[in-house]
């Protein structure tokens, strides 16, 4: 049987510092106190709170911060994030004579000054704060009687106790096989992700992943690129333009269409005789500087042809 308790001062920013009872459970990762234990400004985290064995012990709504100090005194202060439970354990120690028990500590200043009170646990101080409270220092008596670790807050008593007494109150007898059954108090509860943070990583894990499917000339385009991109020394790059090839290709009705364009550049020359006569001046130098030439009547009608219809852009100065 084990009995670990310290005394120190806990308080939150709204009230006056109170003085609580607290077990050192070394597995836990983070501290519990019962929602009777402080007035306590509460913050909203859903937590699930695990017992040994993988035991549900339910899930808890609310935390609060909370500073820890020495009986008595304003420093070292710890400050961290406690999770508020209704209650935290049913584990209580019997009032017995320890005096020979723990004699080779009775010089020490114990965190505790009563270790066998009856007073009920507060808080349960979990291995993230507990590390930071210890201190060099340890008092051992002979095997199987209690040890004493130094720590900030005072010394710290832990271990078993031998006597008849605390016996007949840890082992009780099974009448169907004739043997001791024991019964442990442990104390352990493990921060769990909230049920959003759950949900949020099962559709991550469990989500199809996504993959863009290309269709055959987007895969020509991606080759295109690959084959024809170059980089100027100035940074920018050059890729030549991706012309479709292999006849044939689906080009559309275009003589139509660019006709019908000539047609109507026509009719607005018929009333602008000077505009068409620059105009054809300028088609005349266009063709003698090799920059056109005239389509063969064979081609005209090549369904492989693409006929664009010219706009002339006029600038009255």
Known sequence: RKHHTLLHVDSDSSSKPAEVTASTDTPKQSETPSSECLRLKRIRMPTSVSAVGCVTAGTYRYA?????????????????????????TAYAPKRLPLKATLAHL?????????????????IIVGA????????DGIRKGA??????????????????????????HAISVDSSHDRPSYTVNAHHSLNSLSLDQELRRFWEVEEIPRKMTLTPEDEKCEEHFRLTH????????????PFKEGPPIEIG?????AEKYLNGLIRRFDAHPAQRDEYSEFLREYEALGHMREVPASDSNDTQCVFIPHHPVIRED
């Open 143 to 168: 095997v199987g009687q209690p040890i004493a670790q130094n720590s900030i807050l005072g010394w710290v008593i832990s271990g078993p106790i031998t006597s008849s007494q605390v016996a007949s």
């Open 230 to 241: 170059s980089r100027c020394p100035d940074g920018r790059y050059i890729v030549r333009l």
């Open 64 to 88: 609060a911060r909370i500073t820890i100090s020495p009986k008595g005194k304003q420093t070292p202060a710890f400050s961290t994030t406690a999770l508020i439970l209704k209650s935290l």
């Open 128 to 135: 993230e704060l507990y590390s930071a409270l210890i201190k």
């Open 253 to 257: 009705p275009s003589r139509a269409i």
């Open 106 to 122: 009775e010089d020490l200043p114990w965190a505790d000054h009563d270790p066998m009170s009856a007073d009920p646990i507060s």
